[in-house]
């Protein structure tokens, strides 16, 4: 009787054991397959992440640096032109209209200037040879070296001697082919860029100064 009770008891025993074991391993195996899951889930997220984030606001292409290294030459020289007004236009259109184009691209130069240096590339100076920049025109043979709407030496002299109406004139013809030389240029940026501040900087260009080409126009009698 006691050896078989012996027995009962054994065998109670070794089934509680193994049921204890098998709840163990169950209790692990669901543990690992959960920290398994969260792994997988959270590389999942790591990986969606950058794909839902913006693109970085400072990448910029080839294009960007051509515009602005040419822009800002192009800029230098309407300033010039402009600052020829005050002294040398009879109307008074002529000089507000000139006023208006500094006080608009002397802040612009500055800004572009400073993204040239972020990007560790070459500042043009208002003595850069306009042959030696990026995005030049040369095969159109107008303009400054090429440039889409520069004026070459010869004119921005004799716009420097006249006065009077007839500086009027001179001053609104050039400044309406530089401007659709800006244009051109900020088109082609707005089309191809990639650096957003440039690219905006561009659409202001080309919103701006159609708008000053239509007004330049109409003073000139052409509208």
Request: with cysteine; hydrophobic share 40%; glycine share 10%.
């Amino acid at each position: 009787m006691r050896n078989t009770r012996t027995s009962l008891i054994r065998r109670t025993a070794l089934a509680v054991a193994a049921l204890t074991s098998a709840l163990v391993l169950t209790a692990c195996g669901g543990g690992s397959d959960s920290a398994s899951s969260s792994h997988h889930t959270g590389d999942s997220a790591s990986a969606s992440a950058p794909a839902s984030a913006p693109s970085s606001a400072g990448t910029h292409n080839a294009q960007d640096v051509a515009f602005v290294q040419g822009m800002i030459p192009h800029h230098q020289q309407a300033l010039e032109m402009a600052r020829l007004a005050a002294d040398r236009a009879s109307s008074a259109q002529v000089k507000e209209l000139a006023a208006r184009i500094e006080k608009a691209q002397d802040p612009e130069i500055r800004t572009m200037s400073g993204w040239l240096k972020s990007w560790n590339e070459k500042v043009p100076s208002s003595g850069s040879s306009m042959g030696s920049m990026p995005g030049m025109d040369h095969s159109s043979g107008s303009g400054m070296s090429g440039m889409s709407g520069m004026m070459d030496p010869k004119d921005m002299t004799m716009l420097e001697k006249s006065s009077g109406k007839h500086f009027d004139t001179m001053f609104l013809t050039m400044m309406v082919q530089h401007h659709e030389g800006a244009v051109k240029m900020a088109g082609t940026e707005k089309a191809q860029g990639a650096y957003g501040p440039a690219t905006s900087m561009a659409e202001d260009i080309i919103k701006g100064q159609t708008a000053e080409i239509t007004e330049m126009k109409k003073l000139l009698g052409k509208a």
